[in-house]
């Protein structure tokens, strides 16, 4: 177009500057044959007055003719060089005649035709660098990623990219002429548009989110801004909206939003969500004047599973109690994850504490029952503890702490049951809190030390091996027993650092005996349940052994079979490990347990240690001489050794004998000694009065 104009306005420029220069010389010519004409006039007149004015006026009629030929025909040559289109050169007028006025006129054409070409270059220059804006932008907005809708001021659809066409499935076609609200979903409230409709109007610009949908009807969400284009009146012209689909992004915020409410493994309400809901739920039952029941669950032997098998397996059993968790209460409570393999469980609207019991009884039969995971048939089972609104607490965070203290005052009466807070449990609870402050005091300031009790070899007659037990030097409460504080320490998660000091003292000890002069002298060293169930046991013992340069048949260490048949199958593998590294094994207590003998066999043992409690009625209970020496009989139709423990006198240690016991042990011999008596011991010697085979008593020596 702008071409086109140009040809138009430059052929009627140049057709005028033709028919002006054709004008004016024209005129030129006129005014030449007047000139002339006037000339001869003058010259006959000349001629006429006289002979002797005649010459001089002659002369004078020859200059004037000459002077304005030579004018003239410089504005004829001009004429020509301007109709070839060069207009640079100028004119100047040297007079006033009519040649003067002419050449006046002549320059004024000149500069105003020079004049009219710059603007016309100049429009000409413009209009391109226009048309090229407009390229650009044509091409931006076809080209966009990004979906362009071009609304009229009557807010009518007149142009739409392919972009928006890919996005929304509608063509330019579908909607040119159409309000925008074609791909109104609905879910937009009206609150949105009039806040649009408002910024536009005040502020020429709006930003914010709808929910529209595609020609195929999927509903999606969309950021989309929108400028109001306006005239220089401030009327609108024209609406420019550009806008994206936001599905991902609201997913993700969605994702965002329930992990920060919600447990990531089992997606039950983390701790964050239950302190509102248990919020909501009192206010409730402040209003409705029911109850609530807070129960604090924790599953029993846990830590074992997840420390042997994995935390897979772990996770694995997780789920699932949280299922059966959920399938036991109804849809109107509330259970939560709160970490590890603790939850809490909020029973709403309930109108008797009586119907906290009900639900407790059902989930510790649900959630005891086996679980198949992998190939693994795995048992574990809740300990329970029950707070009750109001009659607790009103406060959500001391109905949650009451029931965790009812939770462990159930783990200390045999598990696998519930038991509702009461206000000595609190008592006893912050004294339990104390004692776990001192006992890690304790750790720290080194209150904690090893005293050890030698096991005899009955038939050599000599110290075979000395049994570490760790005590407690409470400065306040004086010693303090492992049957005190070992169970703490297992609680607290102290039990492994603890145990590592155990290993390192015992071996250290053991080595600087054999440095000493004592050969072939055993340490024996017992073992937790839940140390049995650390999954890096065996790496422990071999760094300890290596770092006091000893080797594995120097250390025993012994395990209660209670604490072995927790997990028959994990004790198998944890036993194997330290049995590769040469370490001796022994089954402490023997007899005092549930074990299956099945169970006995797999077991990489070599030794039994016959209770106590056996030992001490051989003299006086005839079924306790029996257990005994039935025990003795069994272990060693099983290729293992006994150990008799609580040997307290001579008629013990002769029927002991009697039934070829292999090791003896107890107060008859020693107490448990401090290290440095431990070593006097040693080094020595202490008579023991033996019944031989002839009826002779013997003295043994170690």
């Known amino acids: 177009l702008l071409t086109t104009v140009e040809s138009d306005v430059q052929a009627k420029i140049d057709s005028g500057i033709t028919a002006l220069i054709k004008s004016e010389v024209s005129n030129i010519s006129v005014s030449r044959n007047n000139l002339v004409s006037t000339v001869r006039r003058n010259l006959l007149l000349t001629i006429i007055i006289g002979t002797f004015g005649g010459m001089f006026l002659l002369g004078i009629a020859f200059v004037v003719i000459r002077r304005i030929t030579h004018r003239l025909s410089t504005l004829l040559e001009w004429s020509r060089s301007a109709s070839q289109g060069n207009w640079s050169n100028r004119l100047s007028a040297d007079s006033k005649d009519e040649v003067g006025k002419l050449t006046m006129a002549m320059e004024d054409m000149r500069r105003n035709i020079l004049s009219a070409n710059k603007k016309l270059a100049a429009s000409k220059t413009e209009a391109e660098q226009t048309a090229e804006a407009l390229r650009i932008y044509a091409n931006a907005f076809e080209k966009s990623g990004e979906p362009i809708l071009i609304t009229d001021k009557n807010n009518r659809i007149i142009n739409a990219n392919s972009a928006f066409t890919e996005q929304t499935g509608y063509s330019y076609d579908d909607v040119k002429g159409k309000n925008p609200k074609i791909l109104a979903s609905g879910k937009t409230p009206a609150s949105t548009y009039d806040e649009m409709w408002q910024a536009l109007n005040e502020n020429g610009f709006w930003q914010g989110e709808f929910w529209d949908k595609t020609k195929s009807g999927r509903v999606f969400p969309k950021l989309i801004s929108i400028s109001a284009i306006k005239d220089e009146n401030n009327e609108d012209l024209f609406f420019i909206a550009s806008f994206n689909d936001i599905t991902e992004r609201k997913e993700a915020e969605e994702r965002i939003a329930h992990l920060a409410h919600h447990d990531i493994l089992t997606g039950l309400p983390n701790r964050f969500s239950l302190e509102d809901r248990l919020a909501q739920a009192l206010s409730i039952a402040n209003r409705d004047q029911t109850r609530v029941a807070v129960f604090f669950i924790d599953l029993d032997r846990f830590k074992n599973i997840n420390d042997s098998l994995g935390h897979q397996v772990g996770d694995k059993l997780l789920i ?69 609104y109001p009659d607790d607490s009103s406060n959500g965070d001391e109905l949650m702490r009451n029931a965790d203290i009812a939770m462990y005052h159930a783990k200390e009466h045999g598990r696998n049951n519930y038991h509702y807070f009461t206000n000595s449990m609190l008592l006893a609870a912050q004294e339990r809190l104390q004692f776990q402050a001192e006992l890690r005091s304790a750790m720290d300031q080194g209150h904690l030390e090893l005293h050890y009790q030698p096991l005899i070899h009955a038939s050599q007659e000599h110290v075979s091996s000395m049994e570490a037990l760790i005590r407690w030097r409470h400065p306040e409460r004086g010693e303090i027993q492992p049957n005190d504080f070992i169970p703490v320490a297992e609680d607290t998660g102290l039990i492994h650092e603890l145990s590592e000091w155990i290993f390192d003292e015992a071996c250290r000890q053991l080595s600087t005996w054999i440095n000493l002069g004592s050969q072939n002298l055993k340490m024996s060293i017992n073992l937790s349940a839940r140390q049995l169930h650390f999954n890096e046991l065996s790496d422990i013992v071999s760094n300890t052994l290596s770092k006091h340069h000893l080797k594995g048949q120097d250390l025993e260490l012994e395990i209660t079979e209670t604490a072995a048949m927790v997990d028959p199958e994990v004790a198998v593998q944890q036993l194997n490990a330290l049995r590769q590294l040469g370490v001796g094994l022994a089954i402490d207590d023997f007899g005092t347990g549930y074990s299956s003998l099945s169970y006995l066999k797999r077991l990489p043992i070599q030794v039994l240690k016959l209770d106590r409690t056996f030992v001490r009625d051989i003299e006086h209970d005839q079924n306790d001489l029996e257990i005994s020496a039935a025990t003795i009989s069994l272990a060693h139709n099983l290729g293992l050794k006994v150990v008799a423990e609580g040997v307290e006198t ?20 020693s107490r448990p000694l401090p290290a440095p008596e431990a070593t006097k011991y040693l080094q020595n010697d202490h008579p023991y009065v033996f019944s031989n085979k002839s009826g002779e008593r013997s003295n043994i020596c170690v």
Do not use: M, N
């Open 650 to 669: 001579e008629a013990q240690v002769e029927f002991l004998i009697a039934h070829h016991c292999d090791y003896l042990q107890g107060y008859y011999f």
């Open 320 to 388: 699932q109690v949280a299922e059966r968790l959920k399938k036991g209460v109804r849809a109107s409570d509330i259970v939560a994850r709160i970490g590890g393999d603790e939850f809490v469980i909020v029973l709403t609207r309930i109108s008797d504490s009586t119907q906290a019991a009900v639900i407790a009884d059902t989930l510790l039969k649900e959630v005891s029952k086996p679980y198949s995971i992998d190939t693994h048939t795995l048992k574990t089972s809740p300990s329970i503890g029950i707070s009750i």
